[in-house]
């Protein structure tokens, strides 16, 4: 079977930017690696995590004595605890939202918001790989990768799940599971507040993580100028750009208020992250989050 000159061409794109992409992922979840620890949790398991010196409180039946005889101190000041990690591995879900909106840049920055989401999301899913979670996309049909071996397979599925709704699709979801979404979630409150809704009838808890242009944060321009909708909302000719800056900025500021107080009453986090900014500082903000929960 061939492809069309179109899929072939597409397909050739896409064979093109996952290479890149995977390294420069790789690299920042390197990178902030090295400044966490894991999300591993002590509890019932097999696998040893570490000693700690033991406090009042502590069960006898815990000490170890080997270890506790390397000390040279006597008790209870130079007894050990051996703890263990809580072998409780789950699966986080992650969506990027593909709609037009993301597919835009500013002349301030060399990057798209939907660029920085795949970079974001595939760094995640470096990183929660590396602690011993699962990741799988948010589709239908997505099956969960619990190694970093399908890292390649996950970026895949990312170019391809594309989407112009902006929201994340209604697929079925673990309960009590965890859910990253990335996207400039400008749509309007109510789309929001209703997705949100839905999560917590699961119930799953998350992170959302807003990607914005400096430019859209900012709005820099002067003048006359005419903004182009990208999602079927019509041209905006401004007359003089100034005049509305602060306007524009306290609205903006009040849909993210807003976004925040709805993510906190369904137990989600959420952040702001602008695509002039590294993309190390978002990461570990995220991941710190979800190792909090």
């Known amino acids: ?54 406090v009042s409180g502590d069960s006898v039946a815990r000490i170890d004595w080997r270890q506790s005889a390397k000390s040279g101190r006597g008790a209870p000041e130079g007894w050990f605890i051996r703890e263990t990690e809580w072998e409780a591995a789950q699966t986080v879900c992650l969506w990027r939202d593909g709609s037009a909106s993301m597919r835009w840049r500013s002349r301030q920055v060399p990057v798209e918001k939907r660029d920085r989401a795949d970079l974001l999301l595939l760094a995640l899913s470096s990183l929660l790989l590396r602690g011993g979670e699962r990741v799988m996309m948010m589709h239908d049909g997505a099956r969960p990768i619990a190694s970093r071996s399908g890292l390649d397979r996950l970026a895949a599925e990312l170019v391809r799940t594309d989407d112009d709704s902006g929201l994340p699709p209604p697929v079925r979801l673990p309960r009590h599971g965890t859910i990253v979404l990335f996207s400039d979630f400008l749509s309007p409150l109510d789309d929001l507040k209703a997705m949100l809704g839905r999560f917590s009838a699961i119930p799953v808890t998350g992170y959302l993580l807003q990607i914005l242009d400096p430019a859209e944060a900012d709005l ?15 041209d905006t000719l401004v ?53 909090a929960r």
């Open 220 to 234: 820099p321009y002067r003048g006359r100028i005419r903004f182009r909708g990208l999602e079927r909302d019509g």
């Open 239 to 291: 007359p003089r750009v100034e005049s509305v800056r602060d306007a524009y900025a306290q609205r903006l500021k009040a849909q993210q208020q807003e976004l925040a107080s709805l993510c906190a009453t369904v137990g989600f986090g959420f952040g702001v992250h602008h695509t002039d900014h590294t993309p190390e500082t978002a990461l570990l903000t995220i991941y710190a989050a979800l190792a």
């Open 1 to 54: 079977m061939s492809l069309a000159p179109t899929d072939a061409l597409q397909a050739e794109a896409i064979g093109a930017r996952l290479p890149p992409l995977l390294v420069a992922a790789e690299r920042v979840a390197s990178t902030v690696a090295q400044g966490v620890h894991g999300r591993r949790r002590v509890g019932q398991g097999d696998s040893f995590w570490q000693f700690r010196r033991f």
